[in-house]
């Protein structure tokens, strides 16, 4: 079974430009999640859809970051204009549908952003 | 105060060691607590999931909750060179199942 893919996986852009990131999750699996990782800090969760709708974004700088994921399966992640306290690791998951807490999140690699 | 805490290390022992990692959390509405393992330029990997409190083996792992304190471990016997990674603690109540981190111990075994 493959995991769940991300890219770029690394980008390095100048303050107050744009960026976008891209997650493929894994076949049949109808929960997204973004997180973003700062160094030396768990997992924030940024933003959760099921299938094509947002379930929970409470924690999205909405003045700078936006999500989308059409067609309820491919999604990305944009930042527009980015700062500086943005650079992290952006982590993409995904969960089957149904699931537990135990079934639990499937990981991607990450896109790490460093914002110059 | 964080919601989780984890004490980020770094932790380095000596091939064979027991590993024993800790977070404290502060929400009493937490049930389901879980471990990840997170190596270098990698997403998390899920390790161990434990409900309530208790305890919970398998292989060199062991996971244990203690609710009353507010407490969780997680031990590694036999620590391998493999074992080297950071290991993030992760928690969630019943209600929405989102995940909160803690910071992530790094933990490095020397061969």
């Known amino acids: 079974e493959a995991g769940v893919a991300q890219s770029p996986r690394y980008k390095i852009i100048e303050k107050r430009q744009s960026v976008a990131f891209w997650c493929n999750p894994i076949?049949?699996?109808?929960?997204l999640y973004w997180y973003q990782q700062i160094l030396g800090q768990g997992p924030k969760l940024l933003i959760q859809?099921?299938?094509?709708?947002?379930?929970?974004d409470s924690q999205l700088p909405k003045d700078r970051f936006s999500a989308e994921r059409l067609k309820g399966v491919d999604s990305t992640l944009k930042i527009q204009p980015a700062k500086l306290e943005d650079s992290a690791v952006y982590l993409c998951?995904?969960?089957?549908?149904?699931?537990?807490?135990?079934?639990?999140?499937?990981f991607g690699p990450g896109t790490r952003l460093l914002v110059l | 105060q964080k919601e989780v805490e984890q004490d980020p290390g770094p932790l380095s022992v000596p091939e064979g060691a027991i590993v024993s990692l800790n977070c404290t959390y502060s929400n009493s509405a937490f049930q389901y607590f879980m471990w990840y393992r997170q190596y270098s330029r990698k997403g998390p990997e899920l390790l161990m999931y434990t409900y309530s409190s208790g305890n919970k083996e398998d292989g060199r792992f062991t996971a244990q909750v203690d609710k009353s304190s507010k407490y969780i471990s997680l031990f590694i016997r036999d620590s391998q060179p493999s074992d080297s990674a950071t290991y993030l603690c992760a928690m969630t109540d019943s209600n929405d199942y989102k995940l909160s981190f803690g910071a992530g111990t790094t933990v490095t075994v020397r061969a």
């Open positions: 076949s049949g699996h109808a929960t």
């Open positions: 998951a995904s969960s089957p549908p149904l699931a537990v807490v135990q079934e639990t999140q499937y």
């Open positions: 859809f099921q299938n094509n709708g947002v379930v929970d």
